[in-house]
Each structure stands twice: as structure tokens, then as C-alpha cells.
């Protein structure tokens, strides 16, 4: 009897340590964190009167000065499009002021000024009587759009850059908004730089917090759709996290064939673009979409030593993107930041004087950036990037002047990386003519872990050994999340065999074996094929899989051999 109280002891020590590791074992493995699609952290930037109406939130009774821009094809006059500029005044003004640069252009005129007279100056100053002064004008355009028209006209159509009026005014009491709203005077969209009234298909699409409007002139033949274009922007502006704010954009897409021969592939103003309809793919990392996309995002650098980055940003950027959201391949990419021609590659970037060609900033512009991306993530173990230099840029105390100059920018880059060698590399691949290596590693050009840019059903912070931007790093025929050996092209997938323990051989089998026994590889977690966050799959036995299991069929064995004892006493 004193034996069946020890065993029962023992017991009563077994089952409660049966139940505290069961506990312990259930606890889930821990997972990659993803990121929100639509989420995205942005700097404050310059307001854009052109691309959203600043008095959404204000009050009914609180004075609004309204700028209302419409533009006209006018059918029965062949060769010119009409821009009418109204705007509705408040009470309390007392005088208002309009300027526009357009009239120094030849191809503009004055059609009308209501309730506007003109100055010596050029600009217009209200009559204090009219209660809506306008000025029209008109736009000479050309059936074929060149760097000498400001619009070009179809059949049906016509495309047209609008108007930027300088506006000044004076007021009692509260102070007046300022708010602008543009449209055609037939179907077709107005953005904040451009028009086109005519448009054969208008599409929205909400990307985050902006406004995506894809127009398409009446012959064009667009080589993406208005969803693939969204998926552009959503995934630039969630990961470009420097760069201009803005609420709408727009997107034009015109026929090659009113496009003459010297005019850009696409070009951007403010906040929308229009690109050609033959260049108007995103396949490939060369596309001219993602280009003037990030053209949205930064604008210009001014006329000083920083000029080349307002093209480079632009085309390094654009070259990330496509990468990152499958649109080319790595080698592509590499193939894209590649510079050959000796023209390019004795430029000095800094020194626009040196440029035998203006596809210097392209060119040789896009490997600097690149080879200082990667530069700035050696020297910082991966903790920054371009990104938080061009950053200085968009922050409110503005530290390093817009980046306008090489003193500046070099500073910022010195800032970021904290590291004042790094002048040293500016100056010599910057601000002197030589020309960097093409970067080898992938992982520098990374927008983020959680995306899976190649497809191959590994997220690309999962592939520490294989190509984020490659599904098949070793180039066997396996996409690397089928192959057991993914940097390894000698030992191919489709040939892994182990031996079970009846002989037979199995093609790829999960088990190995040691002797005649069979065994199972031991548990670990892994991330599964659909990439959501903290799943994970493990390999193991039934019993191994319910908690506590084991550790109590060891108490109930105890029981057991007390109950013999029992019987036996």
C-alpha cells in the first residue's frame, strides 16, 4: 500500500508538468509583420491649387474667392482651343489682381477681358464693379504636338496645358480661401495642368488618399489598363514616402501620331502626366509611366548643380518600381543603370557644361543613384537610404535648401549616413567624371520585406540566400519556393530523391531516413506560400501535435504499474 501512495505522488507531480508544457508548446511561432496596402506615411509638401478644392471643409458663411477654369475644343474653329477663367469674388475683397505667363507665349492670345482691365505690366486688375470678371483666351494648337504648341487637336478632340494664374487680392474682415475647379466643356477631364476635352474614355480610381483619372484621347490605344496604372500609384506612393502630397492626379494617354518626333516619350506638370500611347506600358523597368510617376512625387530641382537629379530621380526611381512590383526582372534592372557610352560616362553630373548629351541625367544619373543607394545602406547596415536624404527635402525646417545645389545635397548625404567620407565618393562620381560599378546586390533595392516582387511565392524579405526580383535564382526551371536547392543549379528539383524504409525511392520527398528506421525532419516553422503574416507550418507526428500528449500517457503508464502493484500487495 505505501508503494501505490509514492506512485500516486508521483502522479500528481506528472500530469500538472503535462499541462504547463502542453501550454508552452501551443504558443504560435512568430510571423512576419506585413504592411497595410493602402497605408502610407507623407511629408507636408507646397500646396497645389490646380489638383483639389481647399474649401471642402470650410464653413458655408466663410468667404471663398473661386477660380473656375473651363476649357472649350471650339468645333467650328479648326486650330485653336478656348480657356475661359472666371472667378466668383466674395464681398469683402476690394481689389484682385490676375497674372498668367501663358500670353507671353506666341501661341496664346487675349480673347476677352470682362471686368478686367489691363495694365502696362501685363496683368489684370479687377473693375471693383464686376461681380464674376473672366478673361478668356485663345490657344493656338496643331494637329501635331511639338515643343513650340502648348495643344494638339483630333478630329473630336483636343489636348491642351492649362493655365497657372498668379492671383493677389486685398480684403476686410475675414480672410478669404481660394479654391479651383476646372472641367471641359464636352466630356473629358481637367486636371491641375492639363486638359483634354473630347476624351474617348474617362476612368477614376481611388489610390489611398488620391484621386487617379485616366483619360484617353479618341485614337489612342493605351498598353495598360486604368487598374494597372492604380497599381503603380498605389504602390508608389506607399513606398516613395518622400516626395510632394497630393489628393488627385491625372493621366493622359495621347496617340503616337500627334506626337511629332522631338517631343518627349511623356511629361509631367505638377501633380499629372501625359505619356504617348506606344510608351504607355508598365511592363518592363523602363516605363515611361513609372518615370513620370515619380515625377509627380518630385518635382524639380532647379537650374543649379542639382539639375541632373530632377531626371535621375526620375528614371531611378522609376527603374525601382517597375522592379519591385514584377514588372522586370533584376538583370533588366541592371541592364537599365548600365552606362557604356563614353559620352555619358565622362560627364560630370554636376557640371551640366560637361554634357555632351541631354541623356546624360538618364543615363548616368540613374547608376550614380543607384550605386549611392546601395552605398548609403553598406555604410548605415541596411537603416537608410536615397529616400531619407531627398526626405530633407519635403521637412518643414528644410535644412539643405530643396537640394538645389551639390554643396547641399552632398551635406544631406553626409547627414544621413553620418559619415563625412562619403563627400569624398560624391566628389568623385558626383562632382568629378568618373563612373561607378552597376551594384550587385539585390537586397539594397528592396521596398519593402512583405511584398513579393518576383512571385514566386516567397516574400522578399524571406529570400536571404535567392533573388527577391528572380523566381528562379539558379536558373534550373524551379521557381525558388519549389526548390529545395534555389542557389544550387547542379542539384535540380525535379531529381532530390531519399530513401524510405521498404527501399523504394521517392521524388522529392519531405523525409530521411537513418538505417532502417524511418524518421521525420524535426519541426520548424516556416512561412507559407499565401504570405500571411505569423502563419506558419510545422511537420511532426499526431501525437506530437496535441499539447501535453506525451506527458500524460507517461502519467497514465504511472497509474498503470500502480494498480499492478495494488493487486499484487
Same mark, same amino acid.
Given at each position: 500500500?505505501?508503494?501505490?501512495?509514492?506512485?500516486?505522488?508521483?502522479?500528481?507531480?506528472? /500530469?500538472?508538468?503535462?499541462?504547463?508544457?502542453?501550454?508552452?508548446?501551443?504558443?504560435?511561432?512568430?510571423?512576419?509583420?506585413?504592411?497595410?496596402?493602402?497605408? /502610407?506615411?507623407?511629408?507636408?509638401?507646397?500646396? $497645389?491649387?490646380?489638383?483639389?478644392?481647399?474649401?471642402?471643409?470650410?464653413?458655408?458663411?466663410?468667404?471663398?474667392?473661386?477660380?473656375?477654369?473651363?476649357?472649350?475644343?471650339?468645333?467650328?474653329?479648326?486650330?485653336?482651343?478656348?480657356?475661359?477663367?472666371?472667378?466668383?469674388?466674395?464681398?469683402?475683397?476690394?481689389?484682385?489682381?490676375?497674372?498668367?505667363?501663358?500670353? +507671353?507665349?506666341?501661341?496664346?492670345?487675349?480673347?476677352?477681358?470682362?471686368?478686367?482691365?489691363?495694365?502696362?505690366?501685363?496683368?489684370?486688375?479687377?473693375?471693383?464693379?464686376?461681380?464674376?470678371?473672366?478673361?478668356?483666351?485663345?490657344?493656338?494648337?496643331?494637329?501635331?504636338?511639338?515643343?513650340?504648341?502648348?495643344?494638339?487637336?483630333?478630329?473630336?478632340? %483636343?489636348?491642351?496645358?492649362?493655365?497657372?494664374?498668379?492671383?493677389?487680392?486685398?480684403?476686410?474682415?475675414?480672410?478669404?480661401?481660394?479654391?479651383?475647379?476646372?472641367?471641359?466643356?464636352?466630356?473629358?477631364?481637367?486636371?491641375?495642368?492639363?486638359?483634354?476635352?473630347?476624351?474617348?474614355?474617362?476612368?477614376?480610381?481611388?489610390?489611398?488618399?488620391?484621386?487617379?483619372?485616366?483619360?484617353?484621347?479618341?485614337?489612342?490605344?493605351?498598353?495598360?489598363?486604368?487598374? %494597372?496604372?492604380?497599381?503603380?500609384?498605389?504602390?508608389?506612393?506607399?513606398?516613395?514616402?518622400?516626395?510632394?502630397?497630393?489628393?488627385?492626379?491625372?493621366?493622359?494617354?495621347?496617340?503616337?501620331? !500627334?506626337?511629332?518626333?522631338?517631343?518627349?516619350?511623356?511629361?509631367?506638370?505638377?501633380?499629372?502626366?501625359?505619356?504617348? =500611347?506606344?510608351?504607355?506600358?508598365?511592363?518592363?523597368?523602363?516605363?515611361?509611366?513609372?518615370?513620370?510617376?515619380?515625377?509627380?512625387?518630385?518635382?524639380?530641382?532647379?537650374?543649379?548643380?542639382?539639375?541632373?537629379?530632377?531626371?535621375?530621380?526620375?528614371?531611378?526611381?522609376?527603374?525601382?518600381?517597375?522592379?519591385?512590383?514584377?514588372?522586370?526582372?533584376?538583370?533588366?534592372?541592371? =541592364?537599365?543603370?548600365?552606362?557604356?557610352?563614353?559620352?555619358?560616362?565622362?560627364?560630370?553630373?554636376?557640371?551640366?557644361?560637361?554634357?555632351?548629351?541631354?541623356?546624360?541625367? @538618364?543615363?548616368?544619373?540613374?547608376?550614380?543613384?543607384?550605386?549611392?543607394?546601395?552605398?548609403?545602406?553598406?555604410?548605415?547596415?541596411?537603416?537608410?537610404? /536615397?529616400?531619407?536624404?531627398?526626405? @530633407?527635402?519635403?521637412?518643414?525646417?528644410?535644412?539643405?535648401?530643396?537640394?538645389?545645389?551639390?554643396?547641399?545635397?552632398?551635406?544631406?548625404?553626409?547627414?544621413?549616413?553620418?559619415?563625412?567620407?562619403?563627400?569624398?565618393? /560624391?566628389?568623385?562620381?558626383?562632382?568629378?567624371?568618373?563612373?561607378?560599378?552597376?551594384?550587385?546586390?539585390?537586397?539594397?533595392?528592396?521596398?519593402?520585406?512583405?511584398? $513579393?516582387?518576383?512571385?514566386?511565392?516567397?516574400?522578399?524579405?524571406?529570400?536571404?540566400?535567392?533573388?527577391?526580383?528572380?523566381? =528562379?535564382?539558379?536558373?534550373?526551371?524551379?521557381?525558388?519556393?519549389?526548390?529545395?536547392?534555389?542557389?544550387?543549379?547542379?542539384?535540380?528539383?525535379?531529381?532530390?530523391?531519399?530513401?524510405?524504409? $521498404?527501399?523504394?525511392?521517392?521524388?522529392? %520527398?519531405?523525409?530521411?531516413?537513418? !538505417?532502417?528506421?524511418?524518421?521525420?525532419?524535426?519541426?520548424?516553422?516556416?512561412?507559407?506560400? !499565401?504570405?500571411?503574416?505569423?502563419?506558419?507550418?510545422? +511537420?511532426?507526428?499526431?501525437?506530437?501535435?496535441?499539447?501535453?500528449?506525451?506527458?500524460?500517457?507517461?502519467?497514465?503508464?504511472?497509474?498503470?504499474?500502480?494498480?499492478?502493484?495494488?493487486?499484487?500487495?
Amino acid at each position: 500500500m505505501r508503494s501505490i501512495l509514492v506512485l500516486l505522488a508521483a502522479l500528481l507531480v506528472v /500530469l500538472p508538468a503535462a499541462s504547463a508544457t502542453g501550454g508552452a508548446a501551443s504558443t504560435p511561432a512568430s510571423g512576419v509583420t506585413t504592411a497595410t496596402a493602402d497605408s /502610407l506615411s507623407r511629408v507636408d509638401a507646397a500646396s $497645389d491649387r490646380g489638383d483639389s478644392l481647399a474649401a471642402a471643409g470650410n464653413a458655408s458663411d466663410d468667404p471663398v474667392i473661386v477660380e473656375r477654369i473651363t476649357v472649350n475644343r471650339t468645333p467650328d474653329r479648326a486650330g485653336s482651343v478656348r480657356v475661359d477663367v472666371a472667378y466668383d469674388l466674395p464681398e469683402n475683397v476690394v481689389s484682385f489682381t490676375v497674372e498668367s505667363t501663358r500670353l +507671353q507665349r506666341d501661341a496664346v492670345s487675349l480673347a476677352a477681358a470682362t471686368g478686367f482691365d489691363r495694365r502696362s505690366d501685363g496683368s489684370f486688375a479687377w473693375d471693383e464693379r464686376t461681380a464674376a470678371p473672366t478673361l478668356s483666351f485663345t490657344y493656338d494648337v496643331a494637329e501635331t504636338y511639338s515643343r513650340t504648341v502648348l495643344g494638339v487637336e483630333g478630329d473630336d478632340w %483636343a489636348f491642351v496645358s492649362l493655365p497657372n494664374p498668379y492671383v493677389s487680392w486685398r480684403y476686410r474682415g475675414t480672410a478669404p480661401t481660394f479654391e479651383t475647379e476646372r472641367r471641359t466643356a464636352g466630356t473629358g477631364h481637367a486636371s491641375g495642368s492639363y486638359a483634354l476635352d473630347g476624351a474617348d474614355s474617362t476612368t477614376s480610381r481611388t489610390v489611398g488618399d488620391v484621386n487617379l483619372t485616366v483619360v484617353v484621347a479618341p485614337t489612342a490605344r493605351p498598353e495598360a489598363t486604368a487598374d %494597372a496604372y492604380a497599381a503603380l500609384y498605389r504602390v508608389g506612393l506607399r513606398e516613395l514616402d518622400a516626395g510632394f502630397e497630393y489628393d488627385a492626379s491625372g493621366l493622359f494617354v495621347l496617340p503616337t501620331a !500627334s506626337v511629332s518626333d522631338d517631343v518627349a516619350l511623356g511629361t509631367s506638370t505638377r501633380y499629372s502626366f501625359w505619356v504617348q =500611347d506606344e510608351y504607355s506600358s508598365v511592363a518592363g523597368v523602363e516605363n515611361t509611366p513609372a518615370h513620370e510617376f515619380v515625377h509627380t512625387r518630385m518635382g524639380s530641382f532647379g537650374a543649379g548643380s542639382s539639375r541632373w537629379l530632377t531626371e535621375a530621380t526620375a528614371e531611378y526611381y522609376g527603374h525601382v518600381l517597375a522592379t519591385n512590383t514584377g514588372a522586370g526582372s533584376w538583370s533588366e534592372f541592371r =541592364d537599365a543603370v548600365t552606362v557604356e557610352r563614353e559620352a555619358f560616362r565622362d560627364a560630370t553630373l554636376a557640371d551640366a557644361s560637361t554634357w555632351r548629351d541631354e541623356l546624360v541625367p @538618364y543615363e548616368k544619373g540613374a547608376l550614380v543613384l543607384a550605386a549611392l543607394d546601395a552605398e548609403i545602406a553598406a555604410r548605415t547596415g541596411g537603416v537608410r537610404s /536615397l529616400e531619407d536624404v531627398l526626405a @530633407y527635402r519635403f521637412s518643414d525646417d528644410d535644412p539643405y535648401g530643396d537640394l538645389e545645389t551639390y554643396e547641399n545635397f552632398s551635406a544631406a548625404v553626409v547627414a544621413t549616413t553620418n559619415d563625412e567620407s562619403m563627400r569624398e565618393w /560624391l566628389d568623385r562620381y558626383v562632382a568629378g567624371g568618373e563612373t561607378p560599378s552597376v551594384p550587385s546586390d539585390p537586397d539594397a533595392f528592396v521596398l519593402n520585406d512583405s511584398m $513579393d516582387s518576383d512571385d514566386d511565392g516567397v516574400p522578399n524579405g524571406d529570400e536571404v540566400r535567392t533573388n527577391p526580383f528572380d523566381a =528562379d535564382t539558379d536558373d534550373d526551371g524551379f521557381d525558388d519556393a519549389a526548390d529545395p536547392y534555389p542557389t544550387d543549379d547542379t542539384r535540380p528539383a525535379d531529381t532530390t530523391t531519399s530513401t524510405t524504409t $521498404d527501399g523504394s525511392s521517392s521524388m522529392g %520527398a519531405e523525409t530521411t531516413t537513418e !538505417s532502417s528506421t524511418s524518421t521525420t525532419r524535426a519541426p520548424t516553422a516556416t512561412s507559407t506560400a !499565401s504570405g500571411d503574416a505569423g502563419s506558419t507550418t510545422e +511537420q511532426g507526428s499526431v501525437v506530437d501535435s496535441i499539447p501535453g500528449f506525451g506527458p500524460a500517457l507517461a502519467g497514465f503508464a504511472v497509474l498503470a504499474v500502480a494498480l499492478a502493484v495494488a493487486r499484487r500487495e
